[in-house]
């Protein structure tokens, strides 16, 4: 507790830290904007989403629908900008007023930049020895790629498997976090970011983007550039800031199944010093999935999301920024279908095809793909999120010192039919939880001297999750016959398990500390070093009560003995922390103008965890050893070159290899009160890959992107691995899997997409018509932590199109359509809880289609 009391004082810390700002400022200058516009040189058209950047800066800002732009300057003009827009060369110009005009012009030699912000400075995306991909807000409008799991499909190294919010995995070239149910004992190893904030829970990304202006998708352990350690990678995501120029935006969608999507933002001068923005999105859709006993559809979409955000600029060289959001999700669903049966070990008589035979039951279907459920347990997945955060950058010298402090809440309202069927085995499923975190980061973060930048930086983070105010697990009136284990006559006693169910309590309450540190050293123009390091210490404390409840009372002790082989009082308690030092050195050599070479190695580590979903048994003795799971020892190696083969294309290469020693992993087991799973240390995994992408830019009317993947994940060791699904039963209960594939990762995953586009006019507004096709493709992959020869999913390909007119200033339309061949596919398969043979699928959409009408201003 003294941690997180400590973190909430950090939180207070930043204003202190702005009072000492403002007292610092000898003769306070009253704020100028340096503000201009950007147009077409040959026809005089506004360019929408130019880059105007102050040149060797974090300053900047693109030009909004009026080809207006604004910046709050920290330094004396004159001074030089960066403008760059797409289809256009960049230009370079000299600024000298508060008001001016920049006039590109076209070429068709030349691809628009992309400029980043992950190494806190902004710099193009080409020049940076780190691989990452970037999505532009507008792609992310127009692809309809409203969250993480749409987003997928623009960045093939990315990997998202949901069966419900909770239940999220985000990794990065397979790794990152664990794959199936969640265990919220251990952290995330993919950092996600929205504008320098941390968002510790999973179930974030399943949420919508609001108002987005750019997502960076780093690869590779990042931990001496942000906050937390980040072992896998990091979405570093950046929303649209309020300008001092007031504007706006509306959009509506149209689409099959009920879709409707709405979004706005209205952004402006609320004084002369203070400029306000507000963004909300809503997304609803009907459900995709039939529940024959309700006769009604379920696995619908219910989101609202909302964001406010005040800008304030006392003086010429602070800027402070509070953000405050919220976004809810009330869907009925997140529901799973039995997608197929494996034969167990198990004596004929505890084969679920038997089971249900002897119960007079049957599927409502035996093709999943028909989309039919029967569950008698309602679904639901009450998903709120939101936070409040203040950030303040200040020029101090040659760089920018900025605090970002932030308090964020996380409310899991659950429902779930844990068999999948419509009988009553698990009558109720509900681990309604409540989430708090409190995180403090300050870095410095500026060029040096001529030939020395980097970040230096101190993060703090508190988090307190506890159940609310219990997780229930309860059986019904057939749960006898799932959990039969011999052919005595005593499972049949009447209401020996109807209501018979496990109450659990627990809290974690945890506290994690950094310094980090990276340099750039420029030990020629074009030979660079870059170093960095990273001590990190964290504590996590976990208490666990779980307790049963219900069935029928009796004294006998061979009815008892049967009750508890279901579920069984446990509790345990776990105080740990780990301290450890981690870093990365990175090598750049740019041969040539259009070639930039570089190699890293880094070493890094994921905390260590605690279980927190109930300990597994052997021979009756609770497996307390379990309790506190080791932290990862990540090695990481990665050779890369960016190139740009001519001055209309580029094309990267990657080669990664990554060495986990005690890898976290989630497992499954045959005990049905070890909810969600448990965690375990696998000895060694080694993941190895080759990455590709690239652009293409044909004169001023079409463009063309791919990236491909190879990536080839292994168990190098794991001798005490559960057996796989089909294996269930046997002799014993846990196996050598070493050899055996990484879940979740497809050995070759590619997109390919591209747009033609033209100037012309609808209803009188100047823009350009469009046409687009995005395709997407992933091979087969493992669905089990133990490899199974059941639980692998096919590969599938998904082609996505639109077509439209997107207006420079005005009205936009587009017509969309995704999976327009409609493929039948899984995006997770998972074993029903007792293992009783049957398994769940989480379906692909099928085809949708729609229009989108926007209005801007």
């Known amino acids: 507790m003294k941690k997180i009391v400590l973190t909430r004082a950090a939180f207070l810390a930043s204003f202190l830290f702005i009072s000492f700002l403002l007292a610092a400022q000898n003769n306070p200058v009253i704020n100028a904007t340096v503000s201009g516009r950007v147009i077409d040189n040959r026809t005089g058209k506004k360019l929408v989403g130019a880059t105007v950047a102050i040149k060797g800066t974090t300053n900047g800002a693109p030009t909004n629908q009026n080809g207006q732009f604004g910046l709050i300057t920290g330094q004396k003009l004159p001074f030089t900008v960066l403008v760059s827009h797409l289809g256009y060369k960049t230009k370079e110009v000299l600024v000298s007023e508060e008001f001016v005009e920049i006039k590109l012009e076209e070429s068709s030699e030349v691809l628009s930049e992309v400029v980043i912000t992950s190494r806190r400075r902004q710099e193009s995306a080409q020049e940076v020895p780190i691989p990452i991909s970037v999505i532009k807000g507008p792609l992310v409008e127009d692809a309809g790629a409203f969250n993480v799991n749409r987003m997928k499909e623009l960045v093939p190294t990315v990997q998202l498997y949901s069966s419900n919010p909770r239940n999220t995995t985000l990794n990065i070239r397979g790794l990152g976090s664990t794959f199936g149910l969640t265990n919220d004992g251990i952290d995330p190893g993919v950092g996600f970011y929205v504008d320098g904030v941390y968002f510790a829970r999973p179930a974030a990304t399943t949420l919508d983007f609001i108002d987005i202006e750019q997502i960076e998708v780093l690869r590779g352990p990042q931990g001496t550039l942000f906050g937390k350690n980040t072992t896998a990678g990091a979405f570093n995501i950046t929303t649209r800031a309020p300008s001092f120029q007031s504007g706006g935006t509306f959009e509506v969608s149209y689409g099959n199944y009920g879709y409707i999507q709405a979004r706005s933002a209205l952004t402006g001068p609320l004084g002369k010093n203070l400029a306000g923005r507000i963004s909300f999105s809503g997304t609803h859709r009907n459900g995709l999935l039939y529940n024959v006993r309700t006769e009604k559809y379920v696995n619908t979409l219910n989101n609202l999301g909302f964001r406010g955000q005040l800008l304030f600029t006392p003086t010429d060289q602070i800027r402070i920024t509070l953000a405050g959001d919220v976004s809810d999700q009330k869907p009925d669903g997140f529901a799973q279908v039995v997608a197929g049966v494996a034969p167990t070990k198990r004596p004929a008589y505890r084969q679920f095809n038997q089971i249900i035979a002897d119960l007079g039951y049957q599927l409502p279907s035996q093709n999943p793909f ?121 499972w049949k006693t009447p209401g020996l398990f109807d209501g018979y169910g496990i109450r659990t309590t627990s809290r974690l309450q945890s506290f994690g500390a950094a310094v980090f540190s990276q340099v750039d050293w420029a030990i020629t123009s074009r030979l660079h070093l870059l170093p960095g390091l990273r001590y990190n210490y964290d504590q996590k404390k976990v208490d666990f009560n779980r307790q049963t409840y219900g069935g029928l009372q009796t004294t006998d002790p061979a009815l008892i003995a049967l009750k508890n082989a279901v579920y069984t009082n446990q509790a345990f308690a776990a105080d740990v922390d780990e301290s450890n030092l981690s870093g990365q050195l990175t090598l750049s050599y740019k041969a040539a103008k259009r070639f930039n070479a570089f190699a890293t190695y880094s070493n890094s580590y994921k905390p260590v965890g605690v279980n927190l979903g109930g300990l597994p048994t052997a021979n009756g003795r609770v497996m307390t050893e379990l309790a506190r799971i080791k932290p990862e020892y990540v090695t990481h190696y990665e050779v890369g070159v960016k190139t740009s083969p001519t001055p209309q294309s580029t094309l990267n290469v990657v080669f990664h290899t990554t060495d986990i020693r005690d890898y976290q992993t989630q497992v499954q087991t045959a005990e049905v009160g070890v909810n969600r799973g448990y965690l375990a240390n696998a000895e060694r995994v080694r993941v190895v890959g080759v990455e590709v992408d690239g652009n293409l830019r044909v004169h001023n009317f079409l463009t063309l992107y791919g990236a491909v993947a190879y990536t080839d994940g292994k168990y190098i060791s794991f001798k005490n691995a559960p057996v796989p699904l089909e294996e269930t039963g046997g002799e014993s ?46 091979s ?70 729609g229009v989108t009408l926007r209005y801007s201003f």
């Open 780 to 849: 087969s992959f493992s669905s089990s932590p133990s490899p199974s020869a059941y639980l692998n999913i096919d590969g599938y390909a998904l082609v996505n199109a639109r077509l439209g007119f997107r207006a420079s200033n005005g009205v936009s339309l587009l017509f969309w359509g995704r999976n327009l061949l409609d493929k039948d596919y899984f995006e997770q398969l998972l074993p029903a809880a007792g293992n009783a043979g049957h398994y769940a699928g989480v379906l692909g959409d099928p085809r949708t289609y």
């Open 370 to 490: 028909d989309r039919l459920i029967d569950h008698d347990t309602p679904w639901r997945s009450g998903n709120q999120l939101g936070g409040v955060s203040l950030n303040v950058d200040a020029k101090v010298g040659p760089g920018t010192l900025t605090s970002t402090s932030a308090w964020r809440y996380w409310n899991w309202d659950p429902s779930n039919d844990r068999d999948f069927t419509g009988l009553p085995v698990l009558s109720r499923s509900a681990a309604t939880s409540r989430h708090q975190q409190w995180t403090q980061e300050v870095r410095y973060a500026g060029n040096l001297s001529s030939r020395l930048s980097g970040v230096v930086g101190v993060f703090l983070i508190g988090q307190d999750l506890k159940t609310d105010p219990v997780h229930t697990e309860e059986s019904g009136a057939t749960q006898w016959r799932f959990s039969q284990s011999s052919t005595s006559a005593l």
């Open 733 to 778: 209960a846990f196996k050598d899997i070493s050899g055996g594939a990484l879940p979740g990762i497809s050995k070759w995953v590619g997109s390919l997409g591209g747009e033609i586009s033209g100037y012309g006019k609808f209803l009188n507004e100047e823009g350009r018509f469009f046409l687009a096709i995005d395709n997407y493709y992933r």
